[in-house]
């Protein structure tokens, strides 16, 4: 396992990762697939998909063709379906990891697990859950855990066992509406999902982070639409704008009228104008993308006239299981409204932004969130800048943490009270403009992987 997905997986199981690693934003870089000279492919379906679940860290696409029973494994390298997965049930319930996929049937009430690398069935067992079952989420670049989402409450699982494991808290959380259940999102790396309630009002905007061997939650009595994490869980975007971690929105006027999404890569978030309808109203154009980055929000390009999302959405497939942006395979991929089809663009940030006449400075990596007592943080700052010559100073940090040119260290004393600590570090370019870069990083002394919850 290469050292970024081993931190991953290390993080997402409740241990202590190497801070050193790589962040999320080293996942895997993806290769791009031949393009003709237009840059768009379009490839069908066997069938009208009724889900796409992300797994692979962004490799693989996956498409519940439930009128064949079967997943369809698109790999976005070789842009084209490698493999078909056989179910035995019609209810099925789907998330994806690094390595594995789980899958729910509700019909039979089994739980089992698939290897991506090997795509073989690993693993089946009877899911002792009473009453209804309504959503299952999971990181797409991590080991686990696996949110399931029951009437009574969220349940974890080991995606590794299929068995529940407990986070040290109450497990009877977001219990659903008796007629409409939560819907849930996980980030990318695993560590925050978030959950709303469509039909009934206010939706309830909630969000759970994982913290070592517990989670802490937050949530606010109002609506903002779907809800779902960042690919590091630092936002939590939806159809109304941006929060942050503390709920609190962010940039409102910038993102007005859009509907936000998460980018396969935790440095950008995307924005969606003019898929319908909206607030009532069905656009008279064609839905445009726009792409901005995570850290200080800036809007770097917009993609006109995405004609395959005009129209309406079926509840079967939302809008975050229609748009996939991956920046180190410079490849966008959506899925058209009659849900039959995926069209695949080729789309460079760097390429567009030397082509623009934008004098952009912005962070493009992401630093890891939390690190354990005695350990290194180790954060390699990569940067863009039109102008060049970037210049990055630490303003604030813990005592004991230095920069030198584009890493910043911090030897974590032994001793050291756990909570929260905050950093902020300021670029300039050679154009003089300057732009902020701040992050929390949550220091622990406790290393516990979550328990398996008693036998009564």
């Not at 439930?66 to 842009?79: P, S, Y």
């Not at 003019?274 to 850290?295: D, M, R, W």
């Not at 940090?397 to 009270?417: A, H, S």
Request: charged fraction near 20%; proline fraction near 7%; aromatic fraction near 8%.
């Amino acid at each position: 396992m290469k050292p970024a997905m081993m931190a991953l997986a290390m993080v997402a199981l409740g241990c202590a990762a190497p801070s050193s690693a790589p962040s999320l934003a080293a996942a895997p870089h993806l290769k791009a697939p031949e393009f003709p000279e237009s840059g768009l492919i379009r490839k069908k379906l066997p069938a009208p998909t009724t889900s796409v679940t992300v797994a692979g860290g962004g490799r693989y696409l996956v498409f519940h063709l439930a009128k064949h029973r079967k997943l369809a494994i698109f790999d976005v390298t070789q842009a084209k379906i490698t493999k078909y997965l056989p179910m035995g049930g019609d209810d099925l319930l789907i998330a994806g990891g690094m390595h594995h996929l789980v899958v729910v049937s509700r019909d039979h009430r089994v739980i089992q697990r698939w290897d991506l690398k090997t795509f073989q069935k690993g693993l089946t067992l009877a899911l002792d859950e009473p009453g209804q079952i309504d959503q299952l989420a999971m990181g797409y670049a991590s080991a686990g855990p696996v949110m399931l989402n029951t009437r009574k409450g969220l349940r974890f699982y080991d995606p590794q066992t299929l068995k529940r494991v407990s986070y040290s808290e109450p497990d009877n959380l977001w219990g659903s509406h008796p007629q409409y259940p939560a819907i849930i999102r996980a980030s990318a790396d695993g560590m925050a999902f978030t959950a709303w309630v469509p039909r009934i009002s206010p939706n309830g905007i909630r969000l759970l982070t994982l913290e070592g061997n517990k989670y802490s939650m937050r949530s606010q009595h109002a609506s903002a639409g779907y809800l779902i994490p960042s690919a590091d869980g630092s936002l939590v975007l939806t159809s109304s704008g941006v929060y942050s971690q503390e709920l609190v929105k962010l940039n409102k006027n910038r993102f007005d009228g859009l509907r936000c999404l998460p980018a396969l890569h935790p440095a950008y978030i995307l924005g969606v104008k003019g898929v319908g309808p909206y607030y009532g109203q069905t656009p008279k154009t064609h839905p445009t993308l726009s792409i901005f980055t995570a850290n200080d929000r800036q809007l770097l390009t917009t993609i006109p006239d995405l004609e395959e999302l005009t129209g309406t959405f079926g509840r079967s497939v939302p809008l975050d299981q229609r748009v996939f942006f991956l920046p180190t395979a410079n490849l966008l991929i959506t899925l058209p409204t009659t849900n039959d089809e995926i069209v695949l663009r080729k789309l460079s940030i760097v390429d567009i932004l030397q082509k623009s006449s934008i004098d952009y400075l912005f962070v493009e990596s992401v630093p890891a969130r939390a690190i354990a007592a005695s350990e290194t943080f180790t954060y390699d700052i990569a940067t863009r800048s039109a102008r060049g010559k970037v210049r990055i100073s630490l303003d604030s940090g813990p005592e004991g943490m230095k920069l030198k040119r584009n890493r910043l260290t911090w030897k974590v004393p032994t001793d050291i009270e756990p909570g929260p600590t905050s950093v902020i570090l300021t670029l300039t370019d050679a154009s003089g403009q300057e732009v902020f870069h701040s992050f929390t990083l949550k220091v622990s002394n406790d290393d516990a992987r979550p328990k398996a919850p008693e036998q009564k």
